[in-house]
């Protein structure tokens, strides 16, 4: 369907009905617009340019590429935050991480918690973070640059999770300006993770709907 769709406002169109687009968001680029004059052209205001009903149901860290969805009328949006809710929308990320992970597949379930002297930094807090939960499934092991391929489900969606729970096993991804060591940061040139895959119902039509859009590393 991809095919059939122009590059239209600088969005990478995915998928589009009358009530639900779909894109691929570009390492770099916000979801949504920060603070100051330079940070305006984000994904939602490219959105808005191409349908102005578009809004945001959820978002991927600025240095995260991959799949954003946009609902394009309330309806759509009330029940895509339901389905959220009740984690009804799966999401698979693939990404790089430094080492090699010695399990085929695993899980890590570790609460997670704002470390607000260190912001917007996350941390593992047993006393008082929220319950996160991260599937992973190894997909390549490469020992030459000593490194993993990984396939990631999170089960809840906590602010970067990923990222976090990687890192709290001993393996923190390539390219990760704010949890890599130096070291593994310059061992890319951007954050080595991707939203590579959802699958969810139509809000309207109730049909399921899977996207792929694989990673460019």
């Excluded at 769709?5 to 979801?31: E, Q, S, W």
């Excluded at 939960?133 to 993993?148: F, I, M, S």
């Amino acid at each position: 369907m991809n095919d059939l769709i122009p590059n239209t406002c600088g969005l990478d169109i995915l998928h589009l009905d009358d009530d639900l687009m779909i894109c691929n968001k570009p390492a770099g680029l916000l979801t949504v617009p920060g603070k100051g004059p330079e940070k305006q052209d984000c994904l939602i205001n490219r959105a808005l340019k191409f349908n102005p009903n578009a809004r945001v149901v959820h978002r991927l860290d600025q240095g995260t590429s991959g799949i954003v969805m946009f609902p394009l009328n309330y309806m759509s949006l009330k029940i895509l935050t339901k389905q959220f809710e009740a984690r009804g929308i799966h999401k698979r990320y693939v990404a790089v991480v430094s080492g090699l992970i010695e399990q085929d597949e695993g899980e890590v379930k570790l609460p997670l918690i704002c470390d607000w002297p260190n912001r917007p930094l996350q941390k593992v807090c047993y006393e008082s973070g929220k319950p996160a939960h991260t599937r992973y499934q190894v997909l390549e092991r490469d020992q030459t640059k000593n490194c993993t391929r990984v396939l990631l489900e999170p089960v809840s969606g906590r602010t970067h999770q990923l990222r976090v729970h990687m890192l709290s096993i001993g393996h923190p991804m390539l390219g990760d300006q704010l949890y890599s060591p130096v070291e593994i940061q310059a061992q890319a040139p951007r954050l080595l993770l991707h939203a590579q895959h959802i699958q969810l119902t139509h809000p309207i039509l109730r049909h399921k709907i899977e996207v792929e859009c694989l990673a460019e590393f």
